[in-house]
């Protein structure tokens, strides 16, 4: 059974960057699509990008243009490069197929504060 360990997460101020990795203990490649996801504290989880084998793309509105997504199948790894972040991109971010179909991961805090 895959096992998700997220990884990259931080304090940073408004404006800053981070990389985030998400390493499958088994083969990604036979998920047709990845993402990220992110729960806020008090908020319902929610999806933050997606990408497909092929690779389709697509991104949560509020994030497009300064998030990007990546995979590599043959390291079994997710990514996604944050940028230009904001106060209200602070969550525990995750990432599991999309639609989610592997045990969750522990997640990774992302801290955007002053």
């Known amino acids: 059974q895959v096992q998700l360990v997220e990884s990259g997460g931080g304090l940073v101020q408004p404006g800053g960057s981070l990389s985030l990795s998400c390493a499958a203990s088994?083969?990604?490649?036979?998920?047709?699509?990845m993402a990220w996801y992110r729960q806020a504290p008090g908020k319902q989880r929610e999806l933050v990008a997606s990408?497909?084998?092929?690779?389709?793309?697509s991104y949560l509105d509020s994030v497009k243009g300064r998030f990007t997504i990546s995979r590599d199948n043959s390291k079994n790894t997710v990514y996604l490069q944050m940028n230009n972040l904001k106060p209200e991109d602070t969550a525990v971010y995750y990432c599991?197929?999309?639609?989610?179909?592997?045990?969750w991961g522990q997640g990774t805090q992302v801290t955007v504060s002053s």
């Open positions: 599991n197929a999309d639609p989610p179909s592997i045990r």
């Open positions: 990408i497909t084998r092929d690779p389709s793309i």
């Open positions: 088994g083969s990604i490649f036979g998920f047709y699509a």
